[in-house]
């Protein structure tokens, strides 16, 4: 069983940055891919970015030159570095774990078995 706590979340005011990190417990082949959803209310959960246990890395289109995700040497915690931020990037954020590899499904939330109790970014203008 994998235990996921975000952390990082708050205010900021567009064009600012914030970095959400994500520790994970649990055996490490249960974290094969490590996945951050973001959701607003009366959305679905959108898929923002992925990192496999190898390193590969995926990422949305609307955040995709101003997202970066990484992990830590021991993989133990995943982070989320968001720059330039907009207000339509206001949402919770969730880190997931998948122990399938991340592939062309990385954004599907079916993938993932195990989730974190989320972390609130506003963004204002």
């Known amino acids: 069983q994998v235990h996921l706590v975000e952390s990082g979340g708050g205010s900021v005011q567009a064009g600012g940055s914030l970095r959400l990190s994500c520790a994970a417990s649990g055996p490490i082949y249960s974290r094969d891919c490590m996945g951050w959803f973001r959701q607003t209310p009366g959305k679905e959960r959108e898929g923002v970015a992925a990192?496999?246990?190898?390193?590969?890395?995926y990422y949305g289109t609307s955040v995709k030159g101003r997202f970066t995700i990484s992990q830590d040497d021991g993989k133990s915690t995943t982070y989320l570095q968001m720059n330039s931020l907009k207000p339509e990037d206001t949402a919770m954020y969730f880190c997931a774990a998948s122990t399938d590899a991340c592939g062309a499904m990385w954004r599907w939330q079916s993938q993932y078995r195990n989730w974190g109790q989320g972390t609130q970014v506003t963004v204002s203008s």
């Open positions: 990192i496999s246990r190898r390193g590969a890395t």
